[in-house]
């Protein structure tokens, strides 16, 4: 199968922190090439996974920088450009492509609550000011609204408006996208439990948490739905599943990143307000990442 633009797997790739806050290059570039030699199809830094929210400008472009170096062009890198604020959403978006990167993704304005008629005007002007493909994010439990089908698909018809990540978990309105959408327009699950569905609806792949920890289970599973194995892609969902869930047992990426310590392959450390997970849910998190193999599987 010869994958397209934007389509397939990627990895919204977590931060790694030293215990004084500083980012962690050396767990980046660890980081980096376990998720290239599993196969990935993208790479995602600075999104929500990757606590955007508390990085600076500057940490922001160093860590993407690091990401595109270290990648060095085997996959490509979407850089986390999003803000509550247009102008500032503009400005992050702008530097993006001098830093080499491949796309920006741009969640929907949160805290403000924007008609539809805003949130198409936030993402046209981003559009219009970069040359770069833009992905929108959809994330209504996050921003506290949704960007409505009728909308992502008026968003569509804009030249380097190229996907939609979705994590509205609302399959009718993804269906809608997906059925109404213009030819070369992807439409990518936002939530890893509903990326085996919304391929089979015929979505294009998934920006997921999950591949963290497992990416080459997750690449396989997308692989196998976009192929049209759903008996394949079926069985590494459930497979995957109880991991899926685990890693919001508490807010992400708390799970996520404290699971890939256990991996071995980052220290567990996160910027305030998060916090590391409670001992409860962290022995409930570690049975299932014993139970997948992935303790031995990244040493």
């Known amino acids: 199968m010869t994958k397209k633009a934007f389509q397939g797997t990627g990895t919204a790739l977590v931060t790694p922190f030293r215990a004084d806050g500083s980012v962690d290059e050396k767990a980046l570039r660890r980081l980096v090439d376990f998720q290239i030699s599993e196969g990935i199809d993208m790479l995602l830094p600075c999104g929500t996974t990757g606590e955007g929210a508390t990085l600076d400008a500057d940490e922001t472009d160093r860590v993407v920088q690091f990401v595109i170096e270290q990648s060095n062009r085997r996959v490509p890198v979407i850089a986390g450009a999003g803000s509550n604020s247009t102008a500032k959403a503009i400005q992050a978006s702008k530097r993006a492509p001098k830093l080499g990167a491949d796309g920006v993704p741009s969640v929907g304005p949160y805290y403000n609550k924007p008609t539809q008629q805003g949130y198409y005007e ?24 949704n960007i409505e089908a009728k909308t992502m698909l008026r968003l569509a018809e804009i030249p380097n408006i190229v996907a939609v990540k979705e994590a509205s978990g609302n399959i009718g309105q993804i269906m809608d996208i997906i059925r109404d959408r213009p030819p070369n327009f992807r ?10 569905p919304v391929v089979a609806v015929g979505g ?24 049209g194995n759903l008996t394949g892609a079926r069985e590494l969902h459930y497979r995957l599943l109880p991991l899926m869930n685990a890693n919001f047992i508490e807010s992400n990426p708390i799970p996520v990143k404290a699971a890939l310590a256990m991996m071995g392959l980052l220290e567990e450390n996160y910027r305030l307000p998060l916090v590391r997970m409670s ?13 997948l193999g992935l303790l031995r599987m990244a040493r």
């Open 187 to 196: 439409v990518l699950a936002g939530d890893d439990m509903t990326a085996l």
């Open 279 to 291: 001992a409860g849910n962290r022995e409930k998190l570690s049975a299932v990442v014993e139970e």
């Open 204 to 227: 294009d792949g998934v920006v997921s948490v999950v591949s963290n920890e497992a990416p080459g289970m997750m690449r396989a599973l997308i692989d196998a739905a976009l192929e």
């Open 122 to 145: 936030h993402f046209k002007a981003i559009a219009e000011a970069v040359g770069i493909p833009v992905i929108v994010y959809n994330v209504p439990g996050r921003t506290a609204g």
